[in-house]
């Protein structure tokens, strides 16, 4: 369903008077691009840090560094998996803690964010086998399952591993923009290029080679959207915006889930972008995320342990 059938003022200003920084990925920029992303989220992060007093600690689960957020209070007996954005070349734990922060404070739930490999250090398969890693320390446990562009591909992955490994599943998924098929065909990759405010074709494209290199992006560990789904499969939650490069993606993963029998909420915000959750000063990113969260609560809940049963029998 679209969501609202216009934007706020803030959202607006963005578009119009703002440059959201497009960095360029080549390898060559690729330290330095990483580096000014950490500078500039900072006052961000203060922000949020400050409004949802969550506190975050280095955790290691499973051998893969990760960051654990602790809302004020635990409210509900399990924890969130979520992936972090940047297309596997960028990203870390600490830059997605403007979704992740209030998600934790609004459901009262712990948040661990793997911090996995990026590339071109360290190329497919590093970041879905560090995800993996940390996924079978959690799974023992009710959990959930957030990911934002690329976090989105490693939470599919994640299950597709999982499936085929007879691990438990999550009670429910929430997938932000998801990057899940590298094939850079659909039809918003050409209509919202140069409209999303966050995302060019040529960034993709750049990030792509650097990740799966010759590696054929077909394969569902690197392309999820190409995987086996059933029924068994949690409920799933898409978000994505009518600007956002990767809109078409999220409509044809929505399609691919329900007709493999998979409950899908797909939500497409009228005039926003990629992942634009993550800009806290837009009212659209606090109501996305408080949505994410509710249809978390919904379908885990305090008792909720319908998926873990199943595997467990």
Same mark, same amino acid.
């Given at each position: 369903?679209?969501?609202?059938?216009? *934007?706020?003022?803030?959202?607006?200003?963005?578009?119009?008077?703002?440059?959201?920084?497009?960095?360029?990925?080549?390898?060559?920029?690729?330290?330095?691009?990483?580096?000014?992303?950490?500078?500039?989220? @900072?006052?961000?992060?203060?922000?949020?840090?400050?409004?949802?007093?969550?506190?975050?600690?280095?955790?290691?689960?499973?051998?893969?560094?990760?960051?654990?957020?602790?809302?004020?209070?635990?409210?509900?007996?399990?924890? *969130?998996?979520?992936?972090?954005? $940047?297309?596997?070349?960028?990203?870390? /734990?600490?830059?997605?803690?403007?979704?992740?922060?209030?998600?934790?404070?609004?459901? +009262?739930?712990?948040?661990?964010?793997?911090?996995?490999?990026?590339?071109?250090?360290? /190329? &497919? /398969?590093?970041?879905?086998?560090? $995800?993996?890693?940390?996924?079978?320390?959690?799974?023992?446990?009710?959990?959930?399952?957030?990911?934002?562009?690329?976090?989105?591909?490693?939470?599919?992955?994640?299950?597709?591993?999982?499936?085929?490994?007879?691990?438990?599943?999550?009670?429910?998924?929430?997938?932000?923009?998801?990057?899940?098929?590298?094939?850079?065909?659909?039809?918003?990759?050409?209509?919202?290029? $140069?409209?999303? /405010?966050?995302?060019? @074709?040529?960034?993709?494209?750049?990030?792509?080679?650097?990740?799966?290199?010759?590696?054929?992006?077909?394969?569902?560990?690197?392309?999820?959207?190409? +995987?086996?789904?059933?029924?068994?499969?949690?409920?799933?939650?898409?978000?994505?915006?009518?600007?956002?490069?990767?809109?078409?993606?999220?409509?044809?993963?929505?399609?691919?889930?329900?007709?493999?029998?998979?409950?899908?909420?797909?939500?497409?915000?009228?005039?926003? &972008?990629?992942?634009?959750? &993550?800009?806290?000063?837009?009212?659209?990113?606090?109501?996305? *995320?408080?949505?994410?969260?509710?249809?978390?609560?919904?379908?885990?809940?305090?008792?909720?342990?319908?998926?873990?049963?199943?595997?467990?029998?």
């Amino acid at each position: 369903m679209v969501l609202s059938t216009h *934007i706020s003022s803030i959202a607006e200003r963005i578009l119009n008077e703002e440059t959201l920084s497009i960095p360029d990925r080549s390898e060559v920029n690729m330290i330095e691009v990483r580096s000014l992303a950490k500078t500039n989220v @900072i006052p961000t992060l203060k922000r949020v840090l400050d409004s949802t007093n969550v506190t975050t600690k280095n955790i290691t689960l499973n051998g893969v560094s990760c960051l654990e957020v602790k809302p004020p209070k635990i409210k509900v007996p399990w924890s *969130i998996i979520y992936g972090f954005g $940047g297309g596997f070349v960028q990203g870390s /734990p600490n830059e997605d803690l403007t979704i992740a922060a209030p998600l934790s404070a609004k459901i +009262g739930t712990k948040v661990i964010i793997p911090n996995y490999r990026l590339a071109p250090e360290n /190329p &497919w /398969p590093a970041a879905i086998d560090d $995800g993996f890693q940390v996924y079978q320390a959690i799974c023992k446990k009710p959990f959930g399952i957030v990911g934002e562009s690329a976090g989105g591909n490693l939470a599919l992955a994640l299950m597709l591993r999982a499936k085929k490994a007879g691990l438990p599943l999550p009670s429910a998924a929430a997938l932000l923009s998801p990057f899940c098929d590298l094939d850079v065909s659909s039809d918003s990759q050409t209509f919202n290029n $140069g409209r999303d /405010p966050s995302l060019t @074709i040529q960034n993709i494209k750049t990030a792509i080679k650097l990740y799966a290199g010759d590696n054929d992006i077909s394969n569902p560990d690197i392309s999820p959207i190409n +995987g086996t789904y059933d029924s068994s499969f949690p409920p799933c939650l898409i978000t994505t915006g009518t600007r956002d490069l990767l809109l078409s993606l999220s409509v044809r993963l929505a399609r691919v889930l329900r007709d493999s029998g998979v409950d899908v909420d797909l939500q497409v915000w009228e005039g926003l &972008w990629h992942v634009f959750e &993550w800009h806290d000063k837009i009212p659209e990113a606090d109501q996305s *995320i408080s949505n994410i969260a509710k249809f978390l609560q919904r379908h885990l809940g305090p008792v909720s342990y319908t998926h873990l049963r199943a595997h467990e029998t």
